[in-house]
């Protein structure tokens, strides 16, 4: 849906109800609140992947330091660069959220 159509159905939206301005159900507060719910969404679900991800890797990492301790500084630089590579998704998602809180939103 393009922008258009989401203001004219907020438009049709505000135009049933009997006291939009006693009510707060402007244009701008229905964006706001859209906003605001999807950023929420969009951190919720941008941080479950890679926290997993680095959960995961990091008991990989402790089971493999366990069977070869001498190969320790090796097996844990390998599981940082891993985890950060993973967390790139995540911050992907907190800017997408920040867009959406300061952009849309504001």
Not at 52 to 67: N, P, Q, S, T, Y
Request: hydrophobic share 50%.
């Amino acid at each position: 849906m393009d922008t258009s159509t989401i203001m004219s159905l907020m438009n049709a939206l505000a135009s049933q109800t009997a006291d939009t301005a006693a009510a707060g159900l402007t244009p701008e507060a229905v964006i706001r609140a859209g906003a605001l719910i999807g950023a929420g969404i969009c951190m919720g679900f941008g941080a479950i992947g890679p926290g997993v991800g680095e959960g995961f890797a990091a008991g990989k990492a402790c089971e493999a330091i366990g069977r070869n301790p001498a190969e320790a500084g090796l097996l844990t630089r390998t599981m940082l660069i891993g985890q950060a590579v993973s967390e790139s998704t995540g911050i992907y998602s907190l800017v997408i959220a920040l867009l959406m809180l300061f952009v849309v939103g504001g």
